[in-house]
């Protein structure tokens, strides 16, 4: 069964400091990688996508990943109180199927 | 660009009682449309999706039942709603067509069973 694990946390920054969130995904034939952004009670949006081994780098936001070692990760520079929210990591899984993890809920100090 | 329009926002229904939630795409033609379920504190499990009027697929057995009457409509449905049917219910499309595009979500329903 194809699956992606993340830590659920809660995991907590100081504010400005770096956030670390990780994602682990079983299926070596995923080609797509996304990061969506849920805050309390709303819907997930997309913040980071990636399809090649490496970083991709969006403003604050950079998204890391290596097919060879089944992660991807997502780190959060100069971490904002705004950024508090559950992170969640999803694997193109196949035709009409994206693979999602948990969630890994962020906490940003002031 | 595309748009998802989910109603309502939030509903309190009683156990047994039926169930009908709307997801309307606007800004697109011939999406594919998928219904997810997050229940509290857990990840998104995907209940179906369908690739064009009238045809609907299910990932897992349960009470809920999908249609889809317009290429950019989908409606999710309960004769008989369980306690274990409360969560936060979307509706989501593949921002573009893709094989590695991301999916758009809409605002959401939040569903509780009482």
């Known amino acids: 069964q194809k699956e992606v694990e993340q830590n659920s946390g809660p995991l907590s920054v100081p504010e400005g400091a770096i956030a670390s969130l990780n994602c682990t995904y079983s299926?070596?034939?995923?080609?797509?990688f996304f990061w969506y952004r849920q805050y309390s009670g709303k819907s997930p949006e997309l913040i980071m996508s990636?399809?090649s081994n490496g970083d991709k780098e969006d403003g604050r936001f950079t998204a890391q990943l290596n097919k060879a070692s089944q992660y991807v990760s997502l780190l959060i520079r100069d971490s904002q109180p705004s950024d508090s929210a559950t992170y969640l990591c999803a694997v193109n899984g196949g035709l009409h199927q994206l693979i999602w993890g948990a969630g890994t809920k962020l906490i940003i100090k002031p | 660009s595309q748009t998802i329009h989910q109603w309502p926002a939030t509903l309190v229904q009683p156990v047994g009682s039926p169930l009908s939630l709307e997801c309307t795409v606007e800004g697109t033609s011939n999406p594919n449309l998928y219904w997810y379920r997050q229940a509290a504190g857990r990840g998104l499990q995907l209940l179906f999706y369908?690739?064009?009027?009238?045809?609907i697929s299910s990932e897992v057995p349960q009470n809920l039942s999908a249609s889809r009457p317009q290429d950019r409509q989908f409606i999710l449905s309960s004769k008989k709603l369980l306690l274990s049917d409360s969560g936060f219910y979307l509706c989501?499309?593949?921002?573009?067509?893709?094989?590695?595009?991301?999916?758009?979500f809409g605002n959401g329903t939040r569903l509780t069973v009482t």
């Open positions: 299926d070596r034939g995923s080609q797509s």
């Open positions: 990636i399809y």
């Open positions: 989501a499309s593949f921002r573009d067509a893709g094989a590695n595009s991301p999916l758009h």
């Open positions: 369908s690739v064009g009027i009238g045809q």
